[in-house]
């Protein structure tokens, strides 16, 4: 029994990603930079990631 899965790769470190079906505009971490990614667009299986700006809180410390 295979499992489906969609590729891509990292838009900021270039890692190749293989990950199992995922929406579009999802959002998931890249395993090598940690870079927050979403899910823009799913074609033949095929993965267009976009990513995503995180903003950290300033807690005044």
Known sequence: MST?????ACPECE?????????????FSC???MLTLRVE????????LQMVEV???DWGQ
């Open 4 to 8: 489906a899965t969609l590729t891509g």
């Open 41 to 48: 667009d799913i074609q033949d299986g095929r993965l267009t």
């Open 15 to 27: 890692t190749d990603l293989t990950v199992p079906p995922i929406a579009q505009g999802e959002t």
């Open 55 to 57: 903003t950290l809180r």
């Open 31 to 33: 395993p090598e930079c």
